[in-house]
C-alpha cells in the first residue's frame, strides 16, 4: 500500500464495505465478476449519485460529500449506525446528525443497569422526552411511570399538566423553565421535528404558563445540577443528576439521580423497600 492509499481513509472504507455486500441480496447476477461485492457504479446507482464521481471518491480525488450525499452511500452500502457514524467521521471529520427512532423500550441489557442502582433514580428518556425505561428508586422518588399509560410517560406533560408532580417540586417554576429550555436544546440537537411540534402544540393549547416559557427561545444543556423534591409521604431529598447519551442510540438520554447526603439516601432506601 502506498502513502497515498494510507491516507485515503474514506475510499478504503467505502471499498471495504463494497467488497461485503452480497450482489445476490440485490438480485444482482454473479456472472464476470473479478472480485467480490459490488461493483462501484452498482453503488452509485443505489446512491442516486454519477458512477465517475463514486469512483473518483473511493481514489480519494473527488472532493468533499456533502451530508447527504453521505447518507445515500451509508443507504446504498447498508450500513449500520455505528457504521454510518464512521462514514461521516472520515467524509467530514463529524459524526452526522442523530435521526429520530421511535422507540417502545430499551434492551435488557440497559434495563439491568438501571434496576441495578437501587438508590439512584434512573430513567432513559426519548427526544421528545417521553419515559421509555426507569428503575425501581425512579418510581418511587420522581414518578411511578408504569401507573401512567405509555402516551402519558412524558416529562413535559407531566410537568405541566400534573398537578401533584407540580406540588412535589420545590421550585416548580424553575424546575419547569429548565425543562423547556434543556427540551427545546435536545428536540434541535436529535431532529424530532415534526413529533416536537405537535407535542408542542398540544402544550401550548393546555398550559399557558408552558406556551409562555416555550415563546422565551431559551435553550440549555441537560448535563448536571441539583434538585429537591418533596417526597410522597411528606418531607423532602436532594439530588443531584448527571444525563448521558447512550451507547449505540444517540437519540436517547439516561438520566441519573444521586441522593445528594447519606440522610437523602437513608430517605430513598426506605421508599424503594416500602418502609
Do not use: C
Amino acid at each position: 500500500m502506498t502513502i497515498a492509499d494510507a491516507d485515503n481513509r474514506l475510499g478504503n472504507y467505502l471499498k471495504y464495505r463494497r467488497a461485503r455486500l452480497d450482489p445476490a441480496a440485490f438480485g444482482l447476477p454473479l456472472t464476470r465478476r473479478r472480485t467480490p461485492g459490488l461493483r462501484r457504479e452498482e453503488v452509485a446507482q443505489r446512491a442516486h449519485v454519477s458512477a465517475t464521481w463514486y469512483t473518483w471518491l473511493e481514489q480519494g480525488r473527488g472532493g468533499a460529500p456533502s451530508a447527504d450525499v453521505l447518507d445515500r452511500i451509508a443507504g446504498a452500502l447498508m450500513l449500520t449506525q455505528v457504521e454510518r457514524e464512521h462514514l461521516f467521521l472520515l467524509g467530514l471529520g463529524r459524526p452526522p446528525e442523530v435521526q429520530y427512532q421511535t422507540s417502545d423500550g430499551v434492551s435488557p441489557r440497559l434495563q439491568k443497569v438501571l434496576d441495578a442502582l437501587e438508590l439512584n433514580p434512573a430513567i432513559v428518556k426519548t427526544p421528545t422526552w417521553d419515559v421509555i425505561a426507569w428503575n425501581k428508586a425512579a418510581a418511587a422518588v420522581l414518578t411511578d411511570y408504569s401507573k401512567l399509560p405509555p402516551g402519558k410517560r412524558n416529562i413535559l406533560r407531566i410537568i405541566f399538566g400534573d398537578p401533584q408532580s407540580r406540588a412535589r417540586q420545590s421550585s416548580w417554576e424553575d424546575v419547569a423553565r429548565f425543562v423547556v429550555a434543556a427540551f427545546r436544546a435536545d428536540a434541535a440537537r436529535l431532529g424530532a421535528s415534526d413529533q416536537v411540534r405537535m407535542l408542542v402544540s398540544e402544550l401550548s393549547a393546555q398550559s399557558p404558563d408552558f406556551a409562555a416559557m416555550w415563546r422565551e427561545n431559551d435553550v440549555r444543556d441537560f448535563g448536571e445540577g441539583t434538585k429537591q423534591m418533596q417526597l410522597p409521604r411528606g418531607g423532602s431529598v436532594g439530588l443531584e443528576f448527571s444525563s448521558f447519551a447512550v451507547a449505540g442510540r444517540p437519540d436517547l438520554g439516561l438520566v441519573i439521580y444521586s441522593p445528594a447526603t447519606p440522610k437523602d439516601a437513608e430517605k430513598i432506601r426506605k421508599l424503594v423497600r416500602g418502609n
